[in-house]
């Protein structure tokens, strides 16, 4: 398979030959070790139990092979970190390193943070404008960058294909296959999680079903910030022997540590007079894909409006994986310009927005998502609410939609389908 090229590419061409190391993460699947690839020297494959042997027995050798040297799935052998770090000390030229990991370490190893030695970047499924689908006309960068600049352009891409999408995730090793065959590798993804990426990330899973029905659960709950206990009783109604909550909790620090979890925090401004917001994440698997299968909607299940959610009477099924999709490009497109993602809303849950990007000299794009292809006044008043609380910081308000141009409104907001915003 070809590769295609990432957002995040730009980025490493740019920044590794100033780096000496540079940690990629994220959830198998997402294309690290491709990404990887394309720019290494040498391999190093620690999921080879000959090269993890040989690794072991010479920790040096990472030091000794043409650079940059990737090494994949690092954390199966967390000496690998130290000796980076150590050897970034001894030489900080740049290229030296890249470390692939879908998990971090198991608890209770402590490694040094690397800081000042090893960048993280994160790696999430392909992003919409990474799909080949359509060209964007609209960039993130820009946004945030530029106080309501003019934005334009036009897509054929209707809520059809933003659904088949969804379905046929960003993960790049499958979506491309029959329709079959990726329904059973996604189901196969889940299992594995299960019965194999836990295990071996450090978790002792007494009672799979249980975990899969908390993981349908989660998925249900997707785009919402349902609390873990609505959860919990979501995954086991009718039911009389409930996990523990240390048990639950468990599950769910395990699946964030091998990103499968994605959630996004809350939003809490510093320096800024927004008082009484909730810090409570919203809900969001890796893909929505996942979400999907957990919960066995099909395509003309999803368009009919099927699909049940936890914690919500409000909005569709359909609505809330769009989110999800919307939420996964935004941070991909996010990364690439320095920005950190979040949602808010405040406690009395009066005013809420899907997603605020803040950029790291406190510049904001506040973005609400909304399944249909036409805009009213009651969808952007949260956005001028934000508007006139922070003023200027807020460099632009945005509709994604699933219509057909983007577009002004009169009050200055910008309406974009999700398939026309790009980074």
Not at 113 to 127: F, K, N, Y
Not at 163 to 183: K, Y
Not at 297 to 314: E, F, I, K, N, P
Not at 374 to 402: A, M, P, Y
């Amino acid at each position: 398979m070809a590769y295609r090229r990432r957002v995040i590419d730009d980025l490493l061409d740019e920044v590794l030959p100033d780096l000496a190391a540079i940690a990629l993460e994220g959830a198998k699947g997402v294309g690290k070790t491709a990404t990887g690839t394309q720019r290494a020297g040498s391999i190093l494959g620690l999921n080879d139990s000959r090269q993890l042997e040989a690794v072991r027995a010479d920790p040096d050798l990472l030091t000794r092979l043409p650079p940059p040297v990737l090494i994949d799935e690092w954390q199966l052998e967390p000496a690998v970190w130290e000796r980076v770090r150590r050897a970034v000390d001894d030489d900080s030229s740049g290229g030296r390193f890249l470390l692939a990991g879908s998990a971090g370490v198991e608890p209770g190893v402590r490694l040094h943070s690397g800081a000042g030695r090893i960048v993280s970047l994160r790696m999430r499924p392909l992003a919409f404008s990474e799909r080949g689908i359509a060209e964007p006309s609209v960039s993130l960068t820009s946004l945030l960058a530029e106080a309501e600049h003019d934005i334009d352009g036009r897509t054929d891409i209707s809520l059809v294909e933003y659904t088949a999408e969804i379905l046929r995730s960003g993960f790049p090793g499958i979506r491309d296959l029959p329709a079959r065959a990726r329904q059973l590798q996604l189901d196969s993804y889940l299992t594995r999680i299960v019965e194999r990426e836990l295990p071996e990330s450090g978790a002792t899973i007494r009672r799979p079903a249980a975990l899969f029905a908390w993981l349908a659960a989660y998925g249900a709950a997707t785009a919402t910030d349902a609390s873990y206990s609505v959860i919990l009783d979501a995954a086991t109604a009718g039911q009389n022997g409930k996990p523990a909550r240390g048990t639950v909790d468990g599950y769910r620090e395990h699946l964030q540590r091998i990103f499968v979890l994605d959630p996004v925090p809350a939003w809490v401004p510093t320096f800024n007079a927004l008082k009484r917001l909730t810090q409570t994440p919203k809900h969001h698997l890796v893909d929505p894909a996942l979400a999907a299968r957990l919960v066995g909607v099909d395509q003309a299940g999803l368009l009919r409006g099927d699909g049940d959610r936890v914690a919500t009477s409000t909005g569709t099924w359909l609505g809330a994986l769009f989110e999800s999709l919307v939420v996964q490009s935004i941070r991909v497109y996010a990364e690439a310009c320095g920005g950190r993602v979040g949602h808010l809303r405040t406690k009395n849950a009066t005013r809420e927005i899907d997603l605020i990007v803040e950029t790291s000299d406190r510049h904001v794009v506040a973005i609400e998502v909304k399944l249909s292809a036409t805009v009213t006044d009651h969808d952007v008043r949260h956005l001028n609410w934000l508007q006139e609380q922070i003023g200027s910081r807020l460099r632009d308000r945005i509709v994604i939609t699933t219509g057909e141009f983007a577009y002004r409104r009169r009050d200055g907001v910008a309406v974009v389908p999700l398939a026309l915003l790009g980074p």
